[in-house]
């Protein structure tokens, strides 16, 4: 009798284990973001809004008081290692002429996909130039699972520069990211 207990016990300490779910943090979350302007683009801002499961989205923007027909963007992404205090370069994209994407996006594979990816995390701001006014990217989700399975554990820094060619930095967004 004691024996069927003790089974009986162990199966059924067995079967609780099976049924209980294992949630898994993630591998990565961003901790800052802070944006500069410049005399182009007046009163920047930039918001971080972190969520209880470590998901987060970011508001960004500015208003633009002159009409911008041709816009430059490149993305730069950094590591700060353990050892030394300073980001060094790990990736540059290209620098793209954000008006001709979006006016070539249909002939241009490269370009649609850029489209493609702006247009489901950002679209109030995809419109052909000129860009001027209020411009602002609201709440942005970026699922970056599979992006950052590819980096070592340490702080990322990803600068986003918008420009042209009357000014060298109208906008700069940095996104300060741990991966684990």
Not at 27 to 48: G, I, R
Not at 143 to 163: E, H, Q, W
């Amino acid at each position: 009798m004691m024996k069927f207990k003790f089974f009986t016990f162990l199966f059924l300490i067995n079967s609780i284990n099976t049924q209980v779910e294992v949630e898994v943090l993630p591998k990565y979350f961003h901790e800052d973001v802070d944006c500069t302007a410049s005399f182009s683009c007046l009163s920047p801002f930039c918001n971080l809004n972190k969520f209880l499961d470590y998901k987060s989205t970011i508001t960004f923007g500015c208003f633009l008081w002159r009409p911008l027909s041709k816009i430059f963007v490149q993305q730069i992404t950094k590591q700060k290692d353990g050892v030394s205090p300073f980001y060094n370069t790990l990736s540059k994209s290209p620098i793209y002429d954000w008006c001709e994407v979006m006016e070539n996006a249909e002939t241009n594979p490269i370009y649609k996909l850029l489209v493609e990816f702006f247009g489901n995390v950002a679209p109030e701001i995809m419109h052909k130039c000129p860009y001027w006014g209020s411009v602002t990217a609201f709440n942005l989700t970026f699922n970056m699972d599979k992006f950052f399975t590819f980096y070592s554990p340490g702080v990322y820094k990803n600068i986003l520069f918008i420009f042209d060619d009357v000014d060298s930095e109208i906008f700069k967004l940095r996104i300060y990211t741990r991966v684990f």
